[in-house]
């Protein structure tokens, strides 16, 4: 029986509400702690390094506890609903911390909790997407679903980032720290009602099995595959590079670009970003491919990151305090990251046919599964160069300190600046590098791999 439109509707619910919790702890978590209540911009950053390396290794754990699974419930719901409740109270205790926590007892509370975080998180976000083959009948149906999911999570992640300062400033009456600890709430309510909802909406239609793969397969399948090894490693650097501008994005608009309102400056430039991403995905790149190949476009969208990282940087110094001209790097660099997205995606896939080639086994879900792991690292990574140069900037407005800074220095704004431009055009020039010298599957060589693989069924 194929899907409702009520249960399709109600998945992609749940996607909303999940991303939207995702994107407020992972956009906001820094600024809070080390911002607003005063923690140490390099005690952040390992705390959130170290979650976030630690997370990626526990999803193939989470994965195979999923797995093992058997309740009247079915396998997947129980476990999105416990992960759910959980991570929402752990939401809300991120962004609540009690003003009598103070100095070293702030840190350990932001570790414990951001940790304890992470780990619900992935507790229902590996079955919710597992889950789609135990209701879905495969094929088109599968792909379209899934299709709808990744469109409306990227919908979640948005409204965040569109309404949070926002709704902080009307909250707060000016008092940060309060009006997070509210907006938290609304969030973790709303996930909590949206998860609901599609627990009860989808049931599980069959007993599918849910490939779990193991951290060493995870690394052994890259070693067996020189060509996932080349889309991993640049996977890395691209998001990475993209991490460390989107981290320190509120602390420009807010301390270097300035203004009473900073913060419609921020929510603008964000929207603005979105839109465009979102675009470049569904439009530019499929326009790009029908005349140039995947490779092409890669490099096209690596020069268009490039050019406009340095408009970007050029911007900040020459019209200072002028969103209009913001949005013409915003332009270049959210297309050429929206292409990207799908790209490393595609070359994933590639690297599929390639193994089953050369290593006479289909690591499929193995190759998927390190998509969401590297991209944990690489937002790691991002966190803790971030905290180096928000601690080499002095940038901080502790509410709980008489005169807290309001604006950068002029050389904390050049050092702002440049960790935001120079340091992702050195990453992907170097994705760009790596990617030329080792990935070597064009469109003529997958023609041959598939045609290999053809022959290889028919004997």
């Known amino acids: 029986m194929k899907l409702k439109t009520g249960e399709k509707a109600a998945y992609g619910l749940g996607a909303v509400g999940k991303d939207m919790v995702y994107m407020l702890s992972a956009t906001y978590i ?13 005690a952040m950053g390992v705390i ?9 290794f526990n999803d193939p754990i989470m994965g195979v506890l999923v797995a093992k699974t058997k309740t009247r419930w079915g396998r997947f719901r129980p476990w999105l609903m416990i992960g759910t409740l959980t991570n929402s109270v752990l939401l809300y205790l991120l962004f609540a911390v009690p003003p009598a926590i103070e100095g070293r007892g702030l840190v350990a509370y932001a570790a414990v909790t951001y940790i ?3 780990v619900t998180y992935t507790m229902m976000d590996i079955p919710f997407w597992s889950m789609i083959p135990a209701f879905t009948e495969g094929g088109r149906e599968r792909e379209r679903l899934t299709t709808l999911a990744r469109s409306c999570a990227g919908i979640g992640s948005t409204i965040i980032t569109v309404i949070t300062m926002k709704c902080v400033i009307a909250l707060g009456g000016g008092n940060e720290r309060t009006a997070f600890r509210v907006f938290s709430l609304i969030i973790a309510a709303a996930f909590i009602v949206l998860i609901a909802i599609c627990c009860l909406c989808i049931k599980e239609k069959s007993t599918a099995d849910m490939e779990t793969p193991t951290v060493s397969q995870m690394f052994g399948a890259l070693v067996r595959n020189d060509q996932a090894m080349a889309v991993v490693v640049t996977i890395v650097l691209v998001n990475c590079s993209l991490y460390i501008t989107t981290n320190l994005l509120i602390y420009f608009f807010k301390y270097d670009f300035g203004g009473a309102k900073w913060y419609d400056s921020f929510t603008a430039f964000n929207t603005f970003g979105g839109i465009v991403q979102i675009a470049s995905m569904m439009l530019l790149f499929p326009l790009l491919r029908k005349f140039i190949s995947t490779i092409r476009v890669f490099f096209v969208s690596v020069i268009l990151a490039a050019l406009g990282y340095g408009l970007l940087l050029l911007m900040m110094f020459t019209v200072p305090g002028s969103i209009a001209a ?15 997205t799908v790209l490393t995606t595609v070359f994933l896939a590639n690297t599929v046919d390639y193994g089953e080639l050369k290593n006479n086994r289909r690591d499929e879900s193995v190759i998927f599964s390190m998509q969401t792991f590297v991209v944990k690292l690489a937002s790691g990574a991002a966190a803790f160069i971030t905290s180096v140069c928000l601690s080499i900037c ?3 407005s502790d509410t709980s300190t008489e005169g807290a800074a309001v604006e950068a220095s002029g050389s904390s704004a050049v050092i702002l600046r440049m960790t935001m431009t120079a340091l992702p055009i050195l990453g992907m020039a170097a994705a760009a590098l790596y990617f030329s010298r080792k990935y070597i599957l064009t469109d003529k060589k997958l023609e041959e791999i598939s045609r290999e693989l053809d022959i290889r069924k028919t004997r």
């Open 30 to 42: 820094l600024y809070y702690y080390q911002d607003i209540l005063g923690v140490s911009a390099i």
């Open 48 to 56: 959130l390094m170290v979650a976030r390396f630690f997370d990626a």
């Open 116 to 118: 304890l975080w992470g």
């Open 326 to 340: 913001l949005f013409i790097p915003a332009l270049l660099i959210f297309s050429a990251f929206g292409m990207l």
């Open 394 to 396: 002095n940038l901080n």
